[in-house]
Structures are given as structure tokens and as C-alpha cells.
């Protein structure tokens, strides 16, 4: 029992995602003796359901995946796996024995908002006992709550994105990544780090385009049922593993992986021609206006945001409902090199 309080204060330990899947993983590797244990999170696309392995412990040590930094490698359809599939459209735990080789696998649903949205594997010898099992299923409940509290406190609360609190942090891992990226650049050896290719992170910033004008004709609820509608838009325009943000008011952030200038400018017309077509309830027709940067390994968090905010300044001041990118207009001569910020700056 001592044993297994130790786990449990490790784990609640953590305010970070990644750190508390890991913890979870290890902490039921050790105490059920498995061969293995792999998360991983269920994500929709179109019509199908894929699996991400995002977490994965044996005996020769940890792998994990880092939010939307590191490269997707583990992506499969739901269906190549019938123990996975089973799993999430019934939500209970189902059990596979291996004949080839002898293994059990043990797969948990993880359930959050009434529907599947992980799974966690459990490779043994042997089928588990009721005891394993009930240790098993009791820090998923751990797991389930701790995630409960993380996302109250990091997602906005009228349209369940991210909020502005959390951006700080999430843009700092990517440019700490960047940065040792580059470092590993550098270096000759062998041992170096993969090194991403450039440009798979960008910046957007959009805002409503005369919003003021909707709260004032149809009231604030119609207002707030814009945002709810335009927050539900973004998550289907973009993948899982972007990172969509609420800074407050009628704006709000995307940080988005692509592989270059194109990438990014596609992404973010087809959202701004979705919006555009929407029929808002009882308002009609509503507009968004877009600008959006490359994040390279030197930038600051105020540099990267004040880019994006010019880009979306030139959008504004000429038209609205269009998206612009800060390096293109630089590069064409309509706005000119801004100045670095100076010393330290609060952005909000």
C-alpha cells in the first residue's frame, strides 16, 4: 500500500500533461509487472477514429510524445486494431490473448465528456489478476480526474479552447524544442538529435471582424453563440495537434505545425471561407480576419505574437475577412521591419 501512495503523490505532483501520462504508465509498469504499458489518445477525423501512441513504457526504458511537438510516428486507424476498436465504440475494458507469442493484452477505455478519448494498454505473461486490475483501473480514475482538473483550469470557459493563461506555456516548450533542435544542428556528432525541418511552426492570430456591431445590434448572447460556433468551426478545420487558444473577447490563437508558407495559408482560408459561408443563427454572416507568422528558434513570445498582430493590423486596415502572413508583406514591401522589443514586456 505504501508503495503505491508513493505513485500516487509522484503523480499529483505534476501540472503537466505529458508528465502525468507518463507517471500513470510507469507507475502501472512497475506495480502490475507488465511487459509493457502504451497510451494512447483517440482522435476523430472525418468519419474514422484513429489511435496516437503518446506514452510508452518497457523494460528498455520510456518513449512519449509532447503535445504537438515531436512527430507523430504511432498514427493507425482504430480499425487495424480490433481490440482497440472494441475498446472505444463499447467503452469497457476488453482482453486479447496473443497465441504467437503468448502475451495478454489488457485495454482500458479512457473516458472523458461521455465519449472514448484514450486508451491504455496493459501487455502482460499472463491475464491480470482482480487485484492488478483493480489497481489498474484505479489510477485511471486518478488519470481521469487529475485531466478533469488540468483542463477546467486551463481552457476558456464559454468555448472550451485552450485560454490565454496556458499560451505562455505552450509556446514556450515549442520554442525550448526549437531551440535544442538548432543546437543539435550544429553539432557534427553522430549522437546529434533529428533535427525538424523549417517552418513546421507558425503563429495565426484572428479576430471577428466588427464584432462590437453584432453585440450592440443582436445583444451578448448572440455574441457568445458566435464564439461557441466559431470555436466548433476551428476544431474541425484543424488537426488534433494544433493548438487552438481563446485570448478573450473575439480574438483568439492557433499554433499550427505545416511544412511551409503554402501549408499554413491553405489551412487558414479554408477557415476563413467556412466561417464566411456559415449561417450564424439569426445574426447571418460573420467574418474573420487573419495574421499569422513563422516561429523560428531565436524568437521571444512578444516578437512572434507582434508579428502576427501586424500581419492582422494589414488585414484589417485593408478589407477585412482576408488572411495575411507577416514574412509576405514584409517581403513585398507593404509594411515595413518592426523593432524588436526591448528589455522585458508583459503581453497582457
Known sequence: MIHVLKHVESITQHRDRTLLELGVASALFELVKALEVNLYKVTEHGNDNFLTQVVHVAPEGVRYVQEALDDVTETMPVSQRPEMAACVEQNHIVLRHLEATGQYLHCFPILAERRVLGVLEVVCNT????????????FLGLYRNYMSLLDYSERDTLTGLLNRKTFDENLGKILNALAVQHAASMNDSPMRLRQQDDGTHWLAVLDVDHFKRIND??????????????????????????RLFRFGGEEFVVVLRA????????????????????????????????????????????????????????????????TACYETLLADGLIALREQPSGSMELF
Open 127 to 138: 491475464q491480470l489478476s482482480e487485484e492488478n486490475l483493480g489497481t489498474a483501473e484505479g
Open 217 to 242: 445590434q443582436f445583444g451578448h448572447l448572440y455574441g457568445d453563440e458566435v464564439l461557441l460556433l466559431l470555436a466548433r468551426l476551428m476544431r474541425d478545420s484543424f488537426r488534433h495537434q494544433d
Open 259 to 322: 511544412g511551409n508558407e503554402s501549408e499554413v495559408a491553405q489551412a487558414l482560408e479554408r477557415l476563413r471561407e467556412t466561417v464566411e459561408h456559415y449561417p450564424f443563427p439569426q445574426v447571418g454572416q460573420v467574418t474573420i480576419s487573419t495574421g499569422y507568422t513563422y516561429i523560428r528558434s531565436q524568437d521571444t513570445i512578444p516578437e512572434i505574437v507582434g508579428r502576427a498582430d501586424e500581419a492582422l493590423y494589414f488585414a484589417k486596415e485593408n478589407g477585412r475577412n482576408r
